[in-house]
């Protein structure tokens, strides 16, 4: 039984349009390849993202949707997880043919199975615009310190990562993960331009506080789109009206 899911999950991503499945092949070219398999204009530059930990796949699929002229990389290490993705982003690719009006194909995302610490493996230096970390696993205990995404294990690979306007976005429920991020950064020599502990207001307790935040989202939302779109475990935490945290941070010199 558990043979035939894993074959089932395998089938699933090897006959994705959307999964790169050899990505290190992508290396440097991640830009021309998506543009030439759209059938697009290769010399423009178009900006390129990747939200990693992108689990079943809400948040990339709605930002691809909602942004035909960027490209997008879902990045997911567990195979069943990214199999979930690529059938949202399916099935959303044909919900678009279905729709009256005219929504363009679902064709600026692509989704790659690669662990965030190998990441360099896949990308040029440079090649991202802007990194998503979205809800990242808290690794509450402090021996696993190192395996949260905003260790300084991860922080150089991002550095790599990002061209020189790039930035890093990160949402998180979680208080204390965000604390440690924050320290990890700033530890890293990482400049932190945006931060919220309420990016939807939920704690307010009066009108001019919950406006306070309606402005903040509103400034946050024209600098990263990504603060408008909520991801599945974002959705989950609204619902318990837990307050998110939002930084937008950029890794300054090399
Ligand atoms: C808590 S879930 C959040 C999923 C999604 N971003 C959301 O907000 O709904 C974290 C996801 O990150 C993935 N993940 C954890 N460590 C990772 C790593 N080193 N590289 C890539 N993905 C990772 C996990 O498999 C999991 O799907």
Not at 94 to 101: D, E, L, P, S
Request: contains cysteine.
């Amino acid at each position: 039984m558990r043979i035939r899911y894993l074959k089932r999950t395998e089938d699933i991503l090897d006959d994705s349009p959307f999964v790169v499945r050899a990505a290190a092949e992508w290396k440097g070219k991640w830009r021309e390849n998506m543009l030439l398999a759209a059938g697009e204009d290769t010399s423009s530059h178009r900006r390129l993202s990747i939200e990693i930990g992108c689990g079943k796949g809400k948040f990339i699929t709605e930002m691809a949707l909602s942004h035909p002229d960027e490209l997008f990389i879902g990045d997911e290490r567990v195979s069943t997880i990214l199999a979930r993705t690529a059938l949202t982003l399916e099935e959303a690719s044909r919900n678009t043919r279905k729709y009256g009006i005219y929504i363009p194909p679902l064709n600026n995302v692509r989704l790659i199975r690669v662990s965030a610490e190998e990441l360099r493996d896949v990308f040029t230096e440079g090649e991202i615009d802007r990194i998503y970390l979205t809800f990242s696993d808290p690794w509450p205990k402090e021996k696993h310190a190192k395996r949260r995404l905003t260790s300084d294990r991860f922080l150089p690979v991002y550095r790599y990562l990002l061209g020189p306007d790039g930035d890093l976005c990160f949402k998180t429920d979680n208080d204390a993960l965000f604390a440690y991020s924050v320290q990890s950064l700033q530890a890293c020599g990482w400049s932190i331009l945006e931060l919220t502990n309420d990016l939807h207001g939920v704690q307010a307790q009066d009108d001019a506080t919950r406006a306070a935040a309606d402005e903040t989202k509103a400034r946050l939302a024209k600098i990263d789109p990504g603060v408008l779109v909520t991801t599945e475990y974002e959705e989950n935490f609204m619902r318990l009206r837990k307050n998110i945290n939002y930084l937008r941070a950029v890794p300054g010199k090399r």
